[in-house]
């Protein structure tokens, strides 16, 4: 198996994460390139691995050492970085979301079905943690029988700078929406979010926490509860209520301290901590389809459909009314 080259664009918080992950850890594959709009950090992270590093992102693309892109900057730029992926035909794993807008989805679907095959993965890696996907199986092995309603927490320690309200539903309640279109296998028809009180820690003029509630096409209601300063650490907890039982996630994977009359279990401290096996699975899947030439995981109808919900979200966050999503018609593509 020849050794894939991958150019990544982005090289903040999780674009470095990724890279180390990329280069060091994943069998056949090594970061080729590196693109970012602040080049001292692209220099520094490219300079150890002997990675290109290229002042523009479209030089990245076209880069013949490059086979293959993931794209870690910020969500706006995410959908012209694909397309451009595609006109080139190179596979592209997109950090989430696939676009910020649905004209914008819409352009990467229409792009990638004209092209005739899936080339978009997006980087939804909850599908990849062994505890959600245990939750899946439960639910389609009809254990809990007809799902009824879905209950998630969603909470943050702490928000970075560039935070605005309406990224608690854009950044971090996409990843409930995806989560749940997936483990209930529909899709969401609508949108209402409340917001309760301002949390006094979270920065001057963010709206933190919301309650962001969805209904699906069989009539199952889903509550987010999204809480970017919870301050206490990185909480994600999900449970599926059906006729007949509930299925949960568990305590993640940590050691509990049961001493002087208490038990003490440490909390993650962030997404890091909480979901570094789903970001290896996840990784390690799309290196091995790209090598195969077999797309999988998250498509771009997966992105997309996302982005329809979280764009209902924001609209029923600033009207305060509940809002429809309305879905185009799945392409073959997707089915
Ligand atoms: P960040 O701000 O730490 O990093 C973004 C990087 O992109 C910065 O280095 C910035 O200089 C660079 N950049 C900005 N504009 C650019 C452009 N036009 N072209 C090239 N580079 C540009 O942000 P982050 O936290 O790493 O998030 C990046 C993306 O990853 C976001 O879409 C976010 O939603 C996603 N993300 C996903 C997860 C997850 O759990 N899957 C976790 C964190 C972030
Ligand atoms: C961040 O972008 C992520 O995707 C994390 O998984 C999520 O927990 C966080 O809220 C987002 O801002």
């Known amino acids: 198996m020849s050794t894939l080259g991958v150019g990544v664009i982005g090289t903040g ?5 990724h890279i180390d992950r990329l280069h060091h850890a994943i069998a056949g594959a090594r970061v080729a ?5 602040a080049t001292e950090r692209a220099n520094a992270l490219a300079g150890p691995l002997g990675a290109a590093v290229h002042t523009e992102p479209l030089a990245l693309i076209d880069d013949d050492e490059v086979d293959a892109v993931v794209v870690t900057s910020p969500g706006e730029t995410h959908a012209a970085f694909a397309l451009a992926c595609i006109a080139r035909g190179k596979p592209v794993l997109s950090e989430k979301p696939l676009a910020t807008t649905v004209d914008d989805a819409v352009r990467v679907l229409e792009a990638e079905v004209a092209h005739g095959r899936r080339l978009v993965q997006v980087g939804f890696m909850r599908r ?5 996907r ?4 439960t639910i389609a092995d009809g254990a809990i029988g007809t799902p009824l309603m879905v209950h998630c927490i969603h ?16 950044d971090s309640a996409v990843h409930e929406i995806d989560a749940t279109r997936w483990l209930l296998g529909t899709e969401i028809t609508a949108a209402t979010v409340l917001t309760p009180r301002r949390s006094h820690l979270a920065p001057q003029g963010l709206r933190d926490p919301q309650l962001v509630l969805l209904e699906t096409t069989h009539g199952v209601v889903v509550d987010i509860e999204v809480f970017v300063n919870a301050q206490y650490g990185y909480d994600v907890r999900c449970e599926v209520v059906g006729s007949h039982g ?8 940590t050691t509990s301290l049961t001493h002087d009359g208490a ?6 401290s962030d997404w890091k901590e909480r979901f570094d096996g789903a970001f290896h699975a996840e990784i390690a899947q799309w290196v091995a389809s790209v090598h195969a030439g077999h797309a999988m995981g ?13 764009t209902a979200a924001v609209d029923a966050l600033h009207t305060g009314r509940r809002t429809t999503v309305d879905l185009a018609d799945t392409p073959a593509l997707y089915a």
């Open 246 to 253: 509930t299925v949960a996630l568990g305590a993640t994977d």
């Open 298 to 310: 998250p498509s771009a109808w997966d992105g997309y459909a996302a982005t329809a919900v979280t």
């Open 155 to 170: 909470r943050n320690p702490a928000s970075p700078d560039f935070f605005t309200s309406e990224m608690l539903a854009t």
């Open 134 to 137: 245990r939750m899946r199986a």
């Open 128 to 132: 990849f943690d062994p505890a959600y």
């Open 13 to 17: 918080n999780i674009g470095s994460f």
């Open 263 to 268: 038990t003490r279990r440490a909390v993650p």
């Open 33 to 37: 390139a590196v693109h970012d709009v």
